[in-house]
């Protein structure tokens, strides 16, 4: 094959990866990012390719064949392996902001407070049952991967059987950065840096007495991490589907993130560290029907709470997303929380 003939076939080639992924581009947003990396590979893989066919020109087919094969196998294994954790990562982290629903809780004004500070933002239902100027608990709660603020509380205060969560207490929800009109990015090292400045935002308050946390499904992690902090003045911590580390929920989904494969896993959260340092009183609420997150991975972090005095507290028939709106777990909850 002459020169020309190569140039042509590797420009042919690059053309239709390029037009592959401009159609990917218009069709999935949320696959830009990683559209882009992947044709910066192909574009790399062909000019190494040209290159080594004029390397290996005249060479026996059986030295060509195996070069060429394994150049085609690195490619798509790094392809494969970019995408597995850039989805992954998508996965974990799915920022969301109910522009409806943070219209509607805007319009109720005493019901729900907006809470703002160094470019995180929050919603703050008051106590009930207590003046607004007398001190108070206060409930932070760290949500899951696809709740926002807005969405949360409106939903708590249309349904009175959660109306334990803000009677004697206030009840906080921060948004993580990049969900609702929280700014900034998220990652695993600034969730737990989230965590700390959240807290510190309900700290500041006036009416604050006390701090309990609250955590669901992915605010696991960053609650546990802020728990285990020796600054951090928590009187009870309550868990409800918690997870042993990063890994177990990626192998919920795809059970093949074990060994060398564990390098894709992009939120690693090893809970597990963190909750031996933990001092407080800690209620672990799962459920043995857990498709997300199973209870095995729940038991395996009660084992490691060896610093705290630790309850561990089972439901039956409730799925993840179910868990606030079983009337078993939301008995367990408000006994946990100790609320009046």
């Known amino acids: 094959m002459t020169v020309g003939k190569r140039i042509k076939t590797a420009a042919a080639g690059a053309l239709l990866a390029s037009l592959a992924g401009c159609l990917v581009l ?3 947003s949320v696959l830009r990012s990683i559209t882009v990396i992947c044709l910066i590979i192909c574009a790399v893989i062909f000019v190494i390719a040209f290159v080594l066919m004029h390397i290996l020109e005249g060479k026996p087919s059986k030295v060509r064949i195996p070069v060429f094969i394994i150049l085609a196998v690195i490619g798509i294994c790094t392809v494969l392996s970019i995408t597995v954790y850039d989805i992954g990562k998508k996965m974990v982290f799915r920022p969301n902001f109910s522009e409806d629903d943070y219209e509607t809780l805007s319009e109720l004004k005493d019901e729900a407070v907006i809470i703002e500070a160094d470019g995180l933002s929050g919603w703050r239902i008051p106590a009930s049952a207590i003046p607004d100027d007398k001190p108070r608990r206060v409930i932070l709660y760290f949500g899951g991967n696809g709740e926002d603020s ?3 509380v409106l939903y708590i ?3 009175e059987e959660l109306s334990f969560l803000h009677n004697t207490c206030d009840f906080i929800f921060i948004d993580y950065p990049s969900y609702g009109n929280s700014e900034g990015d998220l990652s695993e090292d600034l969730i737990e840096e989230f965590a700390v400045n959240a807290y510190d935002m309900v700290r500041s308050l006036d009416t604050t007495s006390q701090v309990t946390v609250l955590s ?4 696991n992690g960053p609650a546990v991490y802020l728990a285990s902090r020796e600054d951090a003045d928590i009187d009870r911590l309550v868990l409800l589907a918690p997870y042993y580390s990063g890994y177990d929920l990626y192998n919920s989904v795809l059970n093949i993130f074990h060994g060398p494969l564990k390098l894709l896993v992009a939120y690693k959260m090893p809970v597990y560290r963190f909750a031996p340092d933990v001092r407080c009183k ?6 043995a029907d857990d498709e997300i997150i ?3 991975s729940s038991r395996a972090l009660f084992t490691e709470l060896t610093g705290s005095n630790a309850d561990f507290i089972t439901v039956e028939e409730t799925g993840h997303n179910d868990m606030f709106e079983d009337e078993n777990v939301l008995d367990a909850l408000a006994g946990a929380l100790e609320v009046n």
């Open 282 to 287: 800690v209620t672990i609420i799962a459920s």
């Open 216 to 219: 669901y499904s992915l605010g």
């Open 150 to 152: 807005s969405r949360k």
């Open 26 to 28: 218009l069709l999935a």
């Open 294 to 296: 199973p209870i095995s």
């Open 157 to 159: 205060l249309e349904h």
